[in-house]
């Protein structure tokens, strides 16, 4: 409810707060019971064909869009984004006795996040996924992993994942084969954000696909959309032991979900948005994964597209992922 | 049966398609007057701000292999190495040569004369700066290794470049990598 409060899409969350009065805390089907209702009050037909235009041109100044819900929205103040933060906190103190640190840092200026990974270097050590893992607190009892690594044979001749083995457990790498990791890939056009009935998803400034655990009704509309089987959802709620819950956080990252919403790979927002690596970049050993801003000339991101074969996953999906394949 | 146009009618089309020439070239005429003048499409074009060119050659630092090395420089303990001939054989029992095909010496790379310095083609290298004796060969990797498509790098995406040198993460007696387990087992796609 941080940042999507500056999305169209969360006036009419904010709207739905004041009118009920309810905390964030509240569970999300009720949430939904009572938006429903409001949206009787407010009149569905305004709301419907906000819906149903494009929304990103919305701002608080437009007086169209304030004219529809008559001053009954209004944007998130930072005084409630701090007292949301502190309630996730005391909740995390009351269950596990600790204290937690929650960031909702904005994305940076001019960055637009871009990732690169080398097929010809991958060996297939799995080390990406288990930092990964780690870092972003998923849960253990289902074995959630974010990212997956296909061994494709070289005589195949083709780069189809279909026919690829993605559960090996030999020693690798293997003879005649290689890697290829796949995650999500930040799509500037996701498909998986279009779908979504009540906006819990959007595209952050700096091209970062993200989801509002507390917004998310787990209708897994978006696992269905994803092309990239990017997207995971939370059957039951997710255990971690006490000790290996990562307690650098982030509202739009990795804290803790709860059960029957979804959950994606963030290219780490915790770290990025302080200026770190994602945790899969700095724990892979062959240096296959690479990381950077694309607006920035001088980044290693950069060199590669100039000057590297680079090609994308499902590009004629046309969802333009941020996310490039390369070789030596 | 056929119909053979008069000469009159001939005439008369040939006026029609000159005087449709003449207006089509005047009202396109027109258009770009109106046009340059700002009217007609309402809207400027938009023009993509000229893209920033990359610094060249790229600035980075390399994470220093002496700091790293417990036991440099060898002299540090060992102060007679000079003086005994062809003993580093007996010295160095664990190094196993397996560099692709190449077949080399000790002192292809090593300088005996002066242990803990390496020579690339009779010039002297530092253990700082591997990349200048591996590039001697490996010309593509080193070029992409300080353009950032190879190499392993330390700190974040916006902070100051540090990268590894290639000694950090390849053994230059055995250079390939090693075959292991996967560190994790997969669990997999939902469906």
Known sequence: ??????????????????????????????????????????????????????????????????????????????????????????????????????????????????????????????????????????????????????????????????????????????????????????????????????????????????????????????????????????????????????KDQHYLGNRLRKKGVMEKCTYCVQRTRKGKNPACMDACPTGARIFGNLLDPDSEISYILKNKKVFRLKEDLGTEPKFWYFMD | MFLAPSNQTKVKYLKMTLNRFILIGLSMYFLAVLQGAGFGSGKKSFQLPEHPKATHPPIFEVQKRSDIVEKFPCTKCHSDVQKKKNSYKKA???????????????????????????????????????????????????????????GKRTTGWNQKRVIKPCTSCHNPHNPLFPKKRPVIKATPLPN
């Open chain 1, 1 to 246: 409810m941080i940042q999507i409060m500056e999305k169209a899409k969360g006036f009419f969350k904010s709207s739905i707060n004041q009118i009920t009065n309810s905390s964030p805390d509240s569970s999300r089907r009720s949430l939904l019971k009572k938006a429903i209702s409001s949206v009787g009050i407010l009149g569905s037909g305004g709301l419907v064909s906000c819906f149903n235009k494009d929304g990103t041109d919305k701002t608080p100044g437009d007086k169209n869009f304030s004219s529809y819900l008559k001053k009954n929205f209004r944007l998130m103040t930072e005084k409630e984004k701090i007292s949301s933060i502190e309630k996730l906190r005391t909740n995390f103190y009351k269950k596990y006795g600790a204290d937690v640190h929650i960031s909702s840092d904005d994305a940076p200026e001019n960055t637009l996040f871009g990732y690169a990974f080398n097929i010809s270097k991958c060996k297939g050590y799995r080390d990406c996924v288990k930092a990964c893992v780690e870092e972003n607190n998923q849960d253990r009892e289902s074995d959630m992993q974010y990212i997956k690594i296909f061994e494709i044979d070289k005589k195949s001749n083709s780069l189809s994942l279909g026919g690829a083995d993605s559960q090996y457990s030999h020693e690798v790498p293997a003879g005649n084969s290689f890697y290829m990791g796949t995650q999500c890939f930040q799509c500037e056009n996701p498909p998986c954000v279009a779908v979504c009935p009540v906006g819990a998803t959007w595209k952050e400034k700096d091209g970062i696909t993200v989801i509002d655990y507390d917004w998310c009704i787990g209708c897994r509309y978006c696992q269905a959309a994803c092309p990239y089987w990017a997207r995971r959802f939370n059957w039951s709620e997710p255990k971690i032991e006490k000790e290996e819950i990562n």
């Open chain 2, 92 to 150: 160095h029992p664990t190094i196993v040569w397996n560099h692709g095909n190449l077949k080399a010496k000790c002192s292809t790379c090593h300088d005996e004369k002066d242990p803990g310095t390496f020579k690339a083609l009779d010039k002297k290298v530092s253990i700082d700066e591997s990349h200048n004796l591996c590039g001697v060969c490996h010309f593509s990797q080193k070029r992409d290794w300080q353009g950032g498509a190879h």
